[in-house]
């Protein structure tokens, strides 16, 4: 699916109520007199939103980054998808000029970072992986401080919350305070408030690290909503199906270089291209050369073996007979990439 | 290097403010009972100390004993209220709390929160501060209206502490490494600056000691006004007290670009 068929099937999804809340800016509609955010990054019409090239990063004598090289066009939802330890959150912290590469260029809405990073800033909204919401705030105290750090008066800031808090489904905890809220809507509070300056680019770090699965749900439902808004969106994740859901395209990380790009769909037909059956419930290397001659590849993983086989019907006529096995065939998914490609499991 | 340090510097002349009503709204919630907190103990001193060693000692540079330790608390609480905000409040709002990593990613540079911070503590040190003051001058033990000259000094008593406070904050790995400064450079400051007793019946050598200290030099300034007296040698006080300021504000953000922005 291309990327602009994707936006039509969000933008039915979403209905016509959700859209209209997007159409205008939230702050672009109440910023008179104040030098709007969006207006005062350069380039902000440019299609190439983040451009990292040759970037390496080191502590010590610990490479973190790689030699690494994407970019990421305007309005689309690009993932760095890496076990922990891969260097994500690095990158992220490198994209917004919190920490200084040690080679390469990194530019940001068309502004170099680190040098400018603060005007890159401007049109950046960041919802990190660990929670930072003042937590003695009540809900919209947390925005309004908010908005301060970005030169913004109360009244500028009271004008934008109504719609932040509907962003979030907060509207009735707006007086509650932050260490009252659900882990959920704690989450959806620090997107809120990464709205406050009217972003062009999201930078999520994990955004749903530690959530339920109905919280799960509802971020990758907003972060849908952003998306039809025409933000660009930056997500680091070690949940291969999130990136599936979600990302346009994505870069694989392993110790900090991008071992594969593309969209999740091309990447599973370039490294998989076909369906796989997970076998488990007998001994993996013993049922190994059963199946093999009917393989295109197989994989050990702990008590499972992972059989990618173009015709499906042969490895089950091969373990026919065998009692206590359990068979599993589905559809090849980012997860299978990744083994693939670094042929072990993503470390938790 | 010089041009991270640069872009870590105050964006602007106003920037810091908006972390500083963070703080001022945070402190709101619970002002009454930080206030008293700050209160107890420097009073408990002044009227303990004051009037039990007061009768011992008689009087002192030609005042009561407890007239001329309440100048010394009054610098003593500006020091200790903008000392344990700078360690322990502003320590956990960069550390546990990650407040200072959510303001980074806005407009607001590392070097506009330290700012903020030391603004802010030096308000809490000026409130602390101001109130033993007040107390004090009620009591009629400091001259009036010459002791409204103390305010101000107070302020810049509180932005030196908070300042050489940062300096701790930005090299601490945790909170248990905040007692050393507290015992090994904090009380002996307290007996090095004349705040209890008159700094002449020292030894020479601590003497010399003791002009080094921006404590001796806060005292130097306020105890006058307090009582009245002529003051000598203001430009060399407030001069000192403004390099105890300055630098270690340099000092502090190149610290904490190193442990925060690395």
Known sequence: MSQDQKHQVLKRKLGPEDLRRFETPAIERESHGQTSAKSSVPDSLSTVAVDFAGVTKSYGNKIVVDELSFSVASGECFGLLGPNGAGKSTIARMLLGMTCPDAGTITVLGVPVPARARLARRGIGVVPQFD??????TVRENLLVFGRYFGMSTRQSEAVIPSLLEFARLERKADARVSELSGGMKRCLTMARALINDPQLIVMDEPT???????????????????????????????????????????????????????????????????????????????????????????????????????????????????????????????????????????? | MIEGFAAALPANAWNWVAVWRRNYLAWKKVALVSLLGNLADPMIYLFGLGTGLGIMVGRVDGASYIAFLAAGMVAVSAMTASTLETLYAAFARMHSQRTWEAMLYTHV?????????????????????????????????????????????????????????????????????????????????????????????????????????????????????????????????????????????????????????R
């Open chain 1, 132 to 137: 930072n919401l003042d937590q003695e705030f």
């Open chain 1, 209 to 348: 690290t530690g959530l339920d699965p109905h919280a799960r749900h509802l971020i990758w439902e907003r972060l849908r909503a952003l998306l039809a808004r025409g933000k660009t969106i930056i997500l680091t994740t070690h949940f291969m199906e999130e990136a599936e859901r979600l990302c346009d395209r994505l870069c694989v990380l392993e110790k900090g270089r991008n071992i594969a790009e593309g969209g999740p769909q091309a990447l599973i037909d370039e490294h998989i291209g076909c369906q796989v059956m997970e076998i488990y419930g007998g001994d993996p290397h013993e049922l190994l050369s059963l199946v093999k001659p009917h393989s295109q590849r197989i994989e050990v993983s702990g008590e499972t073996l992972y059989c990618y086989a173009p015709d499906p019907d042969q490895v089950r006529t091969q373990l026919q007979g065998r009692a206590g096995l359990r068979l599993l065939l589905r559809p090849a998914n980012l997860e299978d990439v990744f083994l693939r490609l670094t042929g072990r499991e993503m470390e938790e």
């Open chain 2, 109 to 261: 540079t590392l070097g506009d929160i330290v700012l903020g911070e030391l603004a802010w503590a030096a308000t809490k040190a000026f409130m602390a501060g101001t109130a033993i003051t007040i107390v004090t001058a009620t009591l009629g033990y400091a001259a009036w209206p010459s002791v409204l000259y103390a305010l101000p000094i107070i302020a810049l008593t509180g932005c030196v502490f908070a300042s050489l406070a940062m300096i701790v904050t930005a090299l601490s790995p945790s909170y248990d490494y905040f007692v050393f400064y507290q015992t090994l450079v904090l009380t002996p400051m307290l007996f090095l600056s004349g705040a209890v007793f008159p700094l002449d019946q020292l030894p020479g050598a601590f003497q010399q000691i003791a002009r080094c200290m921006p404590l001796s030099h806060a005292i130097d300034l306020i105890r006058p006004v307090m009582l009245d007296r002529p003051i000598s040698g203001i430009a060399l006080h407030v001069g000192v007290l403004a390099l105890y300021a300055l630098l270690p504000f340099f000092l502090s953000m190149a610290l904490l670009r190193r442990r925060l922005m």
